[in-house]
């Protein structure tokens, strides 16, 4: 059986096929009434669909549901998505990236406006880049793609893509309300305080749109903390800042685009004093800063030449991460401070442009999309640090027999290049669309001359590496009616090893270890098989997919070799893994009971298994169900609804024979409300965990023991209230 995952899925296809009454299509379909209300998908064909035109499954957030669910962060987005979390497992540091059917990190991208974010960097316990992310209050929709997605967004999409599209002048322009809009909104979770200014304007052939943003917040409080345990205190703060205009053209529109987003945290770290290496320690003090420019030109037009609709982007983003640490340990026998300095930075500057041309040939129509990509990156990182004797007040900057400053691994230039090709060939009289897809994927790694990384590693093996991959996709989708269809996809995904795993620095002469590179590391791989049926009648819309991925040669980070004999150093090196597979199901069931009443049913349950252990991937999320019952009164002047969540327990999991702590199962209750209190200004109203639960969403405590004292602090909030006022005038 638990090889049976392909044959399921295309069984399962085929009884679809097979019991469908097929009725044929206006060959016009996108003019129908159907379709014309329904939500339009950018990410799935990197062109503008009917989310009943793609074959794949894609979740879709818009600002109507940012604002309702007063959405202030990234975790607070992906609340009601049990097939997407965020990854967030520490007090400190914050997140860093999406977890799509339990793929995360840097294998899943996150793009803003088509452009992607820089990946995420971490070493040791004092130093997390975090990944650059848009301030929620500026963004328009978000769009979630399930499942390997290289042959339209290349390499590091291996797990799936998330699409954030920020605000254009036309956003709210197009407001019958005003073109300028204040939102405030308050969380008492974590004290959380967020405001928004926006305004646009307009001349004959320009539009102009400023938007800025502040949120500030301290630590989560967690429902629940045993006697014995201390928080670690926080002050967080953030600005953003959007700035747009665009010109109207004979030629399309061409616009710019100027966006920075600065934020701050502080943090007294209190509840791993005393434990672990930290077991001499009395102070410990962070002061964290994570920045990130873009600079974006880009260009819309219809109807050029033998292109229908298409668009090139031209853009620099800097990404920097500047993190400070400065520790006591008094209760030594030589009692010391210590002063970490950790830096990274990440530029990103690249064009890319995606085209659609329609034609027949003969009697078969084809909507033909194609584009490029050019990223050229270039990636460094500095740790420095210095530790004070405060008896003596001699200063080192030697520790743990590691001489500071130093590189974890050369600065180094990274190049992707990437051509698609992607087509959709209407059949049966436009019942059935097939879409093949190609992309050729160039990667290039080079570490570049680097006098100081070449001196504290003199005798380490710098490797560059090339990589190239052709990478394919199929798509079946096949229109059972005018309200449902059918849909199958085969896809391939590939991640290419990246700078921080072919490159390594890190050698502890006062414990022996030492971490060396490896020129024979393969590209990650993944391959995924689903299919699904969507239906939509007057009172009821439902969707429902199997899914069975299959990924390879994945890389294990640092990995011990154990111990050279030569050289009597404990080794580490990136390796690659075997075979990971990960299948499973969703559903989502929106059923109206009248005009005043609904319920909204979404669940997704999953399964992995590392074939090479036979034991259970943990970080897969567990099955999970979100229930939604919504009240709408005849004025339509407010609605309110109550939110169940349900998530089943973490999976067992050992490391080398020893129990980890797994997240319990959990339920949760939500009730929300919005009051309209004229066309131009609402309130929404929240309470969230009704019953105070105190509980743990399972890829926060990854990889932890039992025992750790930070699992208490990273429990999920207790009951919190919130609320948010939103004006356009």
């Known amino acids: 059986m638990k090889n049976s995952y392909p044959l399921l899925v295309a069984m399962f296809g085929g009884a679809l096929l097979t019991t469908a009454h097929a009725s044929e299509l206006d060959s016009n379909d996108t003019n129908s009434q159907e379709e014309s209300i329904e939500t339009i998908t950018v990410v799935a064909n990197r062109q503008p669909r009917n989310i009943s035109q793609v074959a794949s499954s894609v979740t879709i957030i818009d600002q109507a549901t940012i604002k309702q669910n007063i959405t202030l962060s990234l975790e607070d987005l992906v609340r009601y998505q049990p097939a997407i979390e965020v990854d967030n497992n520490s007090t400190r540091f914050g997140s860093s990236g999406f977890r799509i059917r339990g793929i995360g990190g840097n294998r899943t991208l996150t793009v803003i406006d088509n452009i992607p974010v820089a990946d995420n960097f971490s070493v040791g316990s004092f130093s997390d880049s975090g990944r650059g992310l848009a301030e929620l209050n500026l963004v328009n929709n978000i769009e979630v793609l399930r499942g390997p ?12 893509v998330v699409a954030i599209k920020l605000l254009d002048a036309d956003d709210l322009l197009s407001d019958l309300n005003g073109n300028h809009r204040l939102n405030l909104a308050y969380n008492s979770d974590s004290n959380r305080f967020a405001t928004t200014l926006s305004g646009a304007f307009a001349t004959k052939n320009t539009e102009t749109l400023i938007s800025a943003a502040y949120q500030k917040s301290d630590e989560t409080e967690p429902a629940y903390l045993p006697a014995d345990t201390t928080t670690d205190p926080q002050d967080k703060d953030s600005q953003a800042l959007l700035f747009r205009t665009s010109y109207l053209s004979d030629y399309g529109q061409f616009r710019l685009t100027l966006n920075r987003q600065v934020e701050n945290r502080e943090t007294d770290i209190y509840s791993l004093l005393g434990s672990g290496r930290l077991r001499n320690t009395t102070t410990l003090n962070a002061d964290d800063k994570h920045e990130q420019d873009r600079f974006v030109i880009d260009h819309s037009f219809q109807e050029l030449g033998v292109i229908d609709r298409g668009n090139w982007r ?7 991460t500047h993190q400070y640490s400065y520790e006591e340990r008094l209760t030594a026998p030589t009692p010391v401070s210590l002063w970490r300095n950790f830096d990274y930075q990440h530029k990103s500057t690249g064009l890319g442009a995606d085209f659609e041309t329609a034609f027949h040939w003969g009697d078969v129509k084809h909507r033909l999309g194609y584009g490029f990509e050019f990223i050229n990156n270039r990636v460094s990182d500095l740790r420095n640090a210095e530790q004070t004797n405060l008896a003596t007040s001699e200063t080192t900057n030697v520790l743990l027999g590691e001489t500071f400053p130093l590189r974890d691994f050369p600065k180094t230039n990274v190049n992707e290049y990437g051509l698609y090709l992607h087509d959709e060939i209407s059949l049966l009289d436009g019942r059935l669309v097939l879409s093949p897809g190609i992309r050729f994927e160039h990667y290039s790694l080079k570490p570049g001359r680097d006098e100081l990384f070449e001196q504290r590693y003199p005798d380490s093996n710098q490797t560059a590496l090339i990589t190239n991959y052709w990478l394919p996709k199929l798509g079946a989708l096949y229109s059972i009616s005018d309200q449902s269809e059918w849909f199958f996809q085969y896809a391939k995904g590939y991640r ?8 390594v620095g890190l050698y502890y002469p006062q414990f022996n270890v030492l971490a060396i590179s490896n020129p024979d590391l393969k590209s990650e791989k993944g391959q995924t098989f689903e299919t699904g049926l969507r239906w939509r009648g007057s009172d009821t819309q439902l969707e429902v997919s199997v899914f069975h991925n299959r990924y390879k040669d994945f890389i294990q980070s640092r990995a011990p070799l154990g111990f050279d004999p030569q050289s009597g150093n404990l080794l580490f090196q990136s390796i690659n893994r075997d075979q990971v597979t990960i299948e499973g199901a969703e559903l989502q069931l929106n059923h109206y009971w009248s005009n005043n009443f609904a319920t909204n049913l979404n669940l997704a349950w999953f399964r992995g298994e590392d074939k090479n252990t036979k034991q259970p991937v943990a970080s897969t999320t567990p099955p999970a ?16 609804r109550l939110l169940g969540t349900f998530s089943k327990s973490q999976r067992y999991i050992e490391d080398n024979g020893d129990e980890l702590f797994s997240a319990p199962g959990y339920s949760r209750w939500d009730l929300l409300t919005q009051w309209q209190i004229a066309d131009s200004m609402d309130i929404n109203l929240a309470l969230f965990n009704l019953t105070d639960k105190n509980y743990w969403e399972s890829n926060s405590v990854l990889g ?11 429990a999920e909030a207790g009951f919190s209230a919130a609320v948010s006022f939103n004006y356009s005038f």
Request: no cysteine; proline share 11%; hydrophobic share 35%.
């Open 625 to 640: 169900a979100v229930l939604e019952l919504a009240y709408y009164p005849d004025s339509n002047l407010w609605n309110t």
């Open 149 to 160: 997605a290289s042959t339209l967004y290349g390499s590091r999409a291996l797990g799936g």
């Open 496 to 503: 290419s090893p990246p700078f921080s795993d072919v490159n």
């Open 314 to 320: 031209l853009w620099h983003q800097q990404t920097e």
């Open 704 to 714: 932890f023991e039992p025992d750790n004292p930070t699992i208490p602090l990273l």
